[in-house]
């Protein structure tokens, strides 16, 4: 069998506790008005509160092992992206310290812990970082690219994203979700075959603050360019594309790309923008394995994953099914 | 006597130099809002007067005067704000024009009155535009273009002969230099561009964009002006065939701005081209957020930009024709224009 790398497994966890629109305003948590924000389709959210983001990232990724009876020392790769270093080991509700990354704290990171506790014994570690909402997108590349030139059979690609828990809940009249993502990249596989990737950086909008009126009006053009390459690299046309499976943005917002990509919104996976709203640790995947367990996707169908990394980055995933 | 209004403006004021030059016995009288600012010209008598006042403000004296001397009417003057609201556009292009009507009317010796229209009263048409009256059922995109289309209506039940000149937009003063001096929406939208501002614009992929300079404009119109035989007619002074495709205007318009190796290294993503839904989304959503500078960024662009939803083929045969050549082809002086635009700053520099 000639290698087709391929998304052999997903898995995430989310915080417990999940919160309405309606509450997260209540509570001071949205710049936005909530209506504003129900508009654009956001119903719910899971704020962490005790949870830290490697105790989530320690349950997705087991939750992957265990399902796919996948044993831990087959694994070679383990690409882990988030909220970073020690930060990511302490509860939402402790206040950020930003000492912890001034000395040797530093240091105690949270993919050699989850490799240690795991028992991914081969696993080597790659961290991940500075990509926003598309680290997954980023890991899916580079664990794709060695499985081809390294001859990696397995690599478990972890991203977990966090807002402290006093911090707003909001990001660009998004809705965000505290959560932790796993995903197996597999050297080959029946299902699930990474047909395309392209990602657009785009380095001037690294100042997402000042520039946010440019961001917000690149967004379109850029999405639309990053997909076209994207399918252009799988060799589909965009018509072909049985299924859009997005971020959870603004639902408007998806509305609005599938009107500039030709597409139908009814090849629109949306269903979990209200109920989930916006991991940032990766929520195409999480929407992909909703998606294929609740058997939406067959196999075969075309699926088309955009992610965008706030600041600078466009990412799309071409996955045949 | 020539009785001119719009002689402040970039079209009428070119216009009157033309005409002037041309029939060195001419005389002309010019609408003007304060005769003490008009620029004195030979042979040409400032009038004080506004298009909003009855019987356009003119002092008894001197509407017996010109009643006894005006033997062609050209109405050049309008509102061309196109983001106005109706009422608004209306006071200005259409009851002003009636005023006009009612003094041509009135004045004896009055042969014909030229009106100085827009190709746009062809509002929502799609498809090949004749130089003719439009029945105005599709509607229009901005209260401007209802208000010229309703001003044409007056102009065609005049009881003087009378003949219609349709520009189309008037995008910079002459092929050759690019230069502008008046700013318009269009230039405007070059600037969002340029800034990043625009995501998307509304456009068919047929879509093309009809652009004049104004010398060509204004020769038209003296050279029409005077000429006979032309009662009842109507003329797009446009591009026609000369109509640039939209992707070929961005596509020459980031040509330009790329030379700037700042602005290219900033790699900003061409607007990508949308239906008129999808813009209408994207317009509905920016409004929702509330945020401020896009949707100034978006209101600049729509009281115009879904025009470009609508292609259109501006028909220019009888203009042609009796002009002896075309207006110029956009593709051979749009570069100019934005290369002037990126130099002045949108009339910002020193």
């Known amino acids: 069998m000639s290698d087709r790398p391929c998304l052999g497994g997903i898995a995430y966890a989310f915080a417990d506790e999940a919160r309405s629109v309606a509450e997260l305003g209540a509570a001071g948590l949205l710049t936005s008005d909530p209506a504003v924000l129900e508009g654009f389709g956001f119903g719910h959210a899971h ?38 270093g020690p930060l990511a080991q302490q509860p939402a509700d402790v206040p950020w310290n930003g000492g912890l ?26 961290g991940l970082d500075q990509l926003a909402c598309v680290t997954l997108f980023g890991a899916v590349r580079v664990a794709r690219a060695l499985c081809l030139t390294e001859g990696l059979q397995r690599v478990l690609c972890v991203a977990s994203e966090f807002f402290p828990a006093a911090a707003g809940r909001e990001a660009i009249f998004n809705c965000t979700s505290d959560a932790a993502v796993a995903l197996l990249v597999e050297r080959s596989g029946p299902r699930n075959r990474i047909a395309g990737a392209a990602q657009v950086t785009k380095g001037y909008y690294w100042d997402c603050d000042a520039l946010r009126d440019e961001i917000v009006a690149s967004y379109f053009p850029t999405a639309v360019h990053v997909v076209e390459r994207a399918l252009a690299v799988a060799g589909w046309l965009p018509d072909e594309v049985d299924w859009v499976i997005p971020h959870n943005v603004s639902r408007t917002s998806w509305e609005i790309l599938m009107g500039l990509l030709g597409l139908p919104r009814a090849r629109l996976w949306a269903g979990n923008i209200a109920r989930r709203g916006h991991a940032l ?24 994953l955009f992610a965008y990394g706030y600041g600078a980055h466009w990412t799309a995933l071409a996955v045949e099914a | 006597m020539l009785f001119l209004t719009g002689a402040t403006g970039l079209l009428g004021g070119a216009v009157l130099s033309r005409m002037l030059r041309a029939d060195r016995a001419l005389r002309v009288a010019v609408l003007v809002r304060d005769p003490a600012r008009w620029r004195g010209i030979e042979r040409v008598s400032p009038v004080a007067g506004d298009l909003c006042a009855p019987g356009l403000g003119l002092a008894a004296e001197v509407r017996a005067a010109l009643a006894r001397d005006v033997d062609l009417v050209l109405h050049a003057a309008a509102d061309v704000v196109f983001s106005r609201p109706l009422d608004i556009a209306r006071a200005t292009n259409v009851e002003g024009t009636r005023r006009v009507l009612e003094l041509a009317h009135a004045w004896p010796r009055v042969e014909r009155v030229l009106y100085v229209s827009t190709a746009f009263v062809a509002g929502r048409r799609t498809g090949s535009i004749a130089e ?26 005049a009881t003087r002969p009378w003949v219609i000149l349709r520009p189309s937009t008037v995008v910079c003063d002459d092929p050759a230099g690019g230069a502008v001096t008046q700013y318009n929406a269009v230039h405007h939208a070059v600037r969002l561009l340029h800034r990043g ?50 992707g070929d205007l961005l596509q020459s318009t980031w040509e330009v701005f790329a030379r700037d190796a700042a602005w290219r290294r900033k790699a900003l993503p061409r607007p990508v081209l949308a239906d008129l839904a999808t813009y209408a989304l994207l317009e509905r959503s920016i409004d929702a957020t509330g945020d401020e500078p896009l949707q100034r960024a978006l209101r600049g662009l729509s009281h115009f930009a879904p025009q470009l939803a609508l292609p259109k083929r501006f028909e220019t045969a009888g203009a042609d024709a009796l002009l002896g050549a075309p207006a110029p082809p956009v593709s051979a002086y749009w570069s100019r224009v934005v290369e002037h635009l990126v130099a002045v700053r949108w009339g910002m520099a020193a």
Request: proline fraction near 5%.
């Open chain 1, 281 to 304: 640790a990766g929520d195409n995947f999480i929407n992909l394995r909703d998606a294929l367990q609740g058997g939406d996707v067959r196999p075969g169908e075309k699926l088309l």
């Open chain 2, 197 to 246: 501002l625009v995501p998307m614009i509304p456009s068919a992929p047929d879509a093309t964009v009809d652009l004049v300079p104004a010398d060509y404009v204004a020769g038209a119109i003296a050279a029409l002006a005077v000429h006979e035989g032309l009662a009842g007619r109507t003329f797009h002074l446009c591009a026609g065939a000369g109509a640039l495709a939209v």
């Open chain 2, 132 to 157: 003719a009256e439009g029945n105005g059922v599709a509607g229009w995109v901005n209260a401007y273009e209802q208000s010229k289309w309703e001003a044409e209506r007056l102009v065609r039940a």
């Open chain 1, 101 to 126: 990354l001034q000395t040797t704290a530093r240091f105690k990171y949270p993919a050699a812990r989850l490799q240690y506790e795991l028992g991914l014994e081969r696993a080597t570690v790659l």
């Open chain 1, 47 to 84: 704020v962490a509160v005790a949870e830290s983001p490697y105790q989530l990232a320690v349950a997705a990724a087991g939750r992957l092992l265990e399902e796919r009876r996948i044993a831990p020392e087959s694994v070679d790769l383990l690409l882990y992206g988030g909220t970073p």
